[in-house]
């Protein structure tokens, strides 16, 4: 819920102080009231004002405020203080804009006779004057990057960027319509006016080219701020609204509505409160409301003992639908890695021991889908000399079961593809490589004598099959066939 707070005038300038506790100063008729962020009253206040007071604005430091008057003068305040540190007298009417320069040692101000001036602080004195506008000035900035560079604008449609090493301005930028605010974005390129209905992006570093055009008010746009990030850039009108837009795509992301004619706004530092000063004197102040925090249990609270037994002894009618849960798929960390695409991991997942040495056929059917996917290779490749050991070993130990021969001669192939370059270089791998050569050695051999039993037995398999063929022909003439052929039937 908005906070209000009731000044006596039009409040024509409000401003954060930079340094914590981030105080603000409410400029308001002929005072300056200084709030704390969550106090609705003043905690300090400057009246040494014979008339309306302009601008209050805080040196970056926080310890200093200098504000203009309608009589002419600019004043120069301690924060600790009450009384004016120093007056600057050369304005021959009022001041509206005033601000310090990144140095901190100057001011510059604007004012209605139509000048533009820049002040030294230690010695109280005008370092020079500029009469470049044609009407009042009315706002201005200071780069934060440059500190000679200083801008301000007009009701004479212009804003004028001045150097302190030049006797005039060094651009000029037509907005169209009397200018109420000016900001300048932290990088310092980018310059945003406001006036009329209009707010405008200008690229100061291509010479003032118009970037955006925004016309997203009703009525006469009348100040300007940016968020902490610049992320976001705000800006409030007569027409009662603040519109809040992305720097980005500079789209509207956000409205406030207020109860009347906006004339000054500020985001505090942390943009953590919004404060609003509208023409009816009145001070609205919103906080963000700050992040829950989620206080956790020390302990879970467990579920009652019934709750586990609810419905263990219930026994289906007859007309009763029975319903079965579908059991939940796990799948393993293989399967899941090779899901991912990640082939490397799902082979290191394989060769773990409880997986190698008890059920060796899902080693060999990650290296098979591996194989297939075209992947194998490059999952072999890049491994340490431990790595490489323990791969040769469970080749070595599996390569002879026939279900898996024809995998792992592949892996094989491709390890010793892969690995050859290396050989010689680790007295661990070239053992497990001369332990497969021995392994395959081996089998070559048995499989040698096996092919010569196989062709024995095929001899004598053959030979049995002719005696029995000649000796049914004997035996055909004597009837002995016939017996043959009935005990064959029996």
């Known amino acids: 819920t908005p906070v209000q707070i009731k000044e006596f005038g039009a409040i024509n300038k409000i401003d954060f102080s930079p340094v914590s506790p981030y105080n603000y100063a409410v400029t308001a008729s002929s005072r300056i009231h200084v709030y704390g962020r969550y106090s609705q009253e003043p905690i300090k206040t400057f009246s040494r004002f014979k ?8 040196r ?20 600790s203080g009450r009384a004016p540190l ?32 820049l002040w030294d602080i230690p010695s109280a004195t005008e370092i020079v004057s500029y009469s470049e506008h044609t009407d009042y000035v009315r706002c201005g900035c200071a780069s934060k990057l440059n500190a000679d560079v200083f801008i301000t604008g007009s009701y004479d449609h212009t804003v004028k960027v001045f150097d302190a090493r030049t006797k005039k301005n060094v651009m000029t930028i037509e907005h169209g319509q009397p200018v109420e605010s000016v ?30 055009s925004l016309k997203n008010h009703h009525k006469t746009v009348t100040c300007l701020c940016l968020n902490s990030s610049g992320q976001r850039l705000l ?19 956000h409205s406030f509505n207020y109860a009347t004619s906006i004339l000054s706004l500020a985001l505090s530092p942390e943009d953590e409160t919004i404060v609003v000063g509208m023409t009816n004197g009145v001070l609205n102040v919103k906080h963000r409301k700050p992040e829950e925090s989620k206080v956790k249990s020390q302990k879970n609270r467990q579920p009652a003992y019934r709750t586990y037994v609810k419905g263990r002894n219930y026994m289906p009618k007859q007309e009763d639908f029975y319903v079965s849960k579908p059991g ?18 799902a082979l ?16 060999v059917a990650v290296m098979q889908e591996l194989n297939r996917r075209g992947t194998l290779r490059s999952a072999l490749a890049g491994r340490d000399e431990k790595q490489i050991s323990l ?46 050569q021995e392994a395959i050695g081996k089998e070559i051999d048995y499989q040698e004598e096996l092919l010569e039993v196989l062709g024995m037995m095929d001899a004598l398999f053959a030979t049995l099959t002719k005696k029995r063929a000649a000796y049914l022909e004997e035996n055909k003439s004597n009837g002995l066939i016939k017996t043959l052929e009935q005990d064959m039937n029996n």
Request: proline share 3%; charged share 25%.
């Open 60 to 79: 970056d430091d926080g310890k200093l405020l200098v504000a203009g008057s309608e009589e002419g003068s600019i004043r120069l305040f301690d924060i």
């Open 391 to 436: 791969l040769l070993t469970f080749v070595t130990r599996r390569v002879i079961e026939p279900r898996f021969t024809p995998v792992l001669v592949t892996v094989a192939d491709m390890i010793t593809d892969i690995y050859q370059p290396v050989v010689g270089q680790s007295a661990l791998v070239d053992k497990q490589f001369l332990r497969l």
């Open 183 to 212: 900001l300048l974005f932290p990088s310092g390129g980018l310059l945003v006016s406001a006036g009329g209905r209009y707010v405008k992006v200008w690229d100061v570093l291509k010479g003032g080219q118009l970037l955006v």
């Open 348 to 363: 290191d997942a394989v060769l773990e021991p409880h997986i190698r040495l008890y059920t060796p056929e899902v080693t």
């Open 235 to 253: 800006s409030g009108s007569l027409d009662r609204h603040v519109k809040i837009y992305s720097t980005t795509s500079y789209k509207v992301v």
């Open 328 to 345: 939940k798929c796990v799948l393993r960390k293989y399967d899941k890695l090779l899901k991912s695409f990640q082939s490397s991991k």
């Open 86 to 117: 120093r007056q600057f007298d050369g304005h021959t009417k009022a001041v509206h804009v005033v601000g310090f320069l990144s140095d901190k040692y100057r001011i510059f101000s604007g004012g209605d006779d139509y000048s533009s001036n």
């Open 51 to 58: 008339d309306a007071a302009y601008c209050a604005t805080y």
